[in-house]
């Protein structure tokens, strides 16, 4: 049976009246849609721990040829919406930065798991390497719209089935914030949960604040593979806060039109919060999206369409009818370059995205359709964050905002420049460290008045050799080392 639900929605939380592309009846109605397409179409499940857990719950079950196919009943999805939490912290390992939801803005992120970087020396694309995601592991931490730090690149010179263990071992050494990212198995997350007790200075101090969301993606169309479930089940089972990622393409793996990707997105997205739930009550879940259109022409997935934007601003709306926190990845480039086209990209698609009421934003950093990561691209995306949030604190018109008595004293003809409330506001106005405000001649004078991109370079470059990350508990560099050579040793072991 499906619970009446009022649709009040309520933006993350900013003061304007925000976009909202969905009316209410259109969000009930996609809302039963997901719901049908569960109970009527079913899942295609390749695990069968996780057959056996939807089973005894009530949902039908059907064998296929190496996999059963499960059709949820609307009244155990419901119920498993009801008892996921509407409040939680994706903690920081240094409590100043901890991300609550509720918030009271959009939060920003990178976007993950490119494969090429753009090097900040030669410019030219080539395969990622641990060592980049060092690096843009430092330049997060220190960029302060971003609240939470991303797997942003595949460590192509690790073996694959240890890249998810690089990649954590790479960023946990140069961040205190929050981290998110996906692993490849239950073997590997369990690794990734050990190597972070460690960075945390125990169990108890991880198990009490885990800084780290595994995301766990379905396949679209509705399929729950073994590997999506093992992550679902164990993360649940320890009590982490988990992202179940969606990916359909609207005209490949989803329908051709925006309505029936988001339908087919949030009944995959409610599949695996189900999972969840079913495993731990009350286990935290934030729903994730890279969903986008297939360039029915070129055949790439367009993350920087305007689609992108509108599909995961309906998703956003989605989720707070749930009054669940979502992540979405808008403002990735299909560009190939630092170029016009990633500016207009990010701006559009990360703003449609906020004015919806996204609660993390995560795009920043990405080109060549989220195949390749620069780090001059995030920190330029990183100013567009700024003035994105700029905007999204709207217009304040309070007595002193409205300035009667300061206008009055300087009267006709004279300069606020020098008043006491003109320098009491400097600091909140907008700022530039990236982009040119300098009139012609002053920045003709400076080292990087070539492009905002050389700007950006020398930023990133700045901050690699000047920002120190929060230093790991004593020994705890060499413990990592050592579990992750014991690790791939024992790997070599088995399949030897």
């Not at 920081?92 to 993950?112: M, S, V």
């Not at 995961?312 to 707070?320: G, I, K, P, Y």
């Amino acid at each position: 049976m499906t619970v009446n639900r009022a649709v009040t929605i309520q933006l993350t939380r900013n003061a304007l009246n925000g976009l909202q592309f969905l009316k209410p009846e259109e969000i009930d109605r996609i809302h039963v849609g997901a719901l049908a397409l569960l109970e009527k179409v079913g899942l295609k499940v390749e695990l069968k721990e996780a057959v056996d857990l939807l089973h005894g719950n009530g949902a039908k079950v059907e064998k296929g040829d190496g996999f059963f196919k499960v059709k949820l009943p609307p009244s155990l999805v419901e119920d498993c919406i009801a008892q996921t939490p509407k409040e939680l912290t994706y903690y920081g390992r240094n409590k100043e930065n901890d991300l609550i939801y509720p918030t009271n803005n959009t939060a920003f992120a990178a976007f993950g798991q490119c494969v090429n970087v753009l090097d900040l020396v030669t410019g030219e694309a080539r395969p990622s390497t641990k060592a980049d995601i060092e690096i843009s592991a430092r330049i997060q931490d220190a960029l302060s719209n971003l609240k939470t730090v991303a797997r942003t690149m595949a460590p192509g010179d690790k073996p694959p089935n240890t890249q998810a263990i690089h990649c954590i071992d790479a960023i946990v050494r140069n961040t205190g914030k929050h981290i998110s990212g996906g692993a490849s198995d239950r073997r590997t997350l369990r690794m990734i949960i050990q190597m972070l007790e460690v960075a945390a200075g125990s169990a108890e101090a991880f198990k009490s604040r885990p800084f780290y969301s595994p995301s766990f993606c379905p396949t679209s169309p509705l399929t729950l593979g073994k590997s999506c479930c093992e992550v679902a089940i164990d993360a649940a089972a320890y009590g982490l806060n988990m992202v179940v990622m969606i990916m359909p393409l609207a005209g490949g793996t989803g329908p051709a039109t925006i309505a029936g990707t988001v339908t087919l997105g949030i009944a995959e997205q409610l599949s695996g919060l189900v999972l969840t739930q079913l495993t731990r009550k009350a286990s935290p879940i934030t729903l994730g999206s890279a969903t986008t259109i297939m360039d029915l022409k070129s055949g790439i997935s367009a993350m920087g369409a305007p689609e992108s934007g509108m599909i995961n601003a309906c998703l956003a709306q989605m989720a707070q009818f749930y009054q669940l926190p979502c992540r979405v990845a808008c403002g990735v480039s299909d560009a190939c370059m630092l170029d016009a086209q990633i500016g207009y990209e990010f701006s559009l698609n990360a703003f449609m995205a906020a004015m919806a009421g996204a609660t993390i934003i995560f795009g920043g950093g990405a080109l060549e359709s989220g195949l390749t990561h620069s780090p001059a691209k995030l920190l330029m995306d990183h100013e567009s964050m700024c003035h994105i949030h700029q905007i999204l604190n709207g217009v304040s018109v309070d007595n002193e905002d409205l300035a009667l008595e300061v206008t009055s004293e300087i009267g006709p003809g004279n300069s606020f420049l020098m008043h006491r409330h003109t320098f009491d506001r400097m600091k909140s106005q907008s700022r530039s460290v990236v982009f040119n405000r300098q009139p012609r001649e002053s920045w003709m004078m400076q080292k990087s008045s070539n492009s905002v991109s050389v700007s950006a370079t020398e930023q990133a470059l700045g901050i690699i050799e000047n920002h120190t990350p929060p230093a790991l508990p004593d020994g705890a560099d060499q413990v990592l080392t050592e579990m992750i050579n014991t690790f791939e040793a024992q790997l070599v072991s088995t399949n030897g």
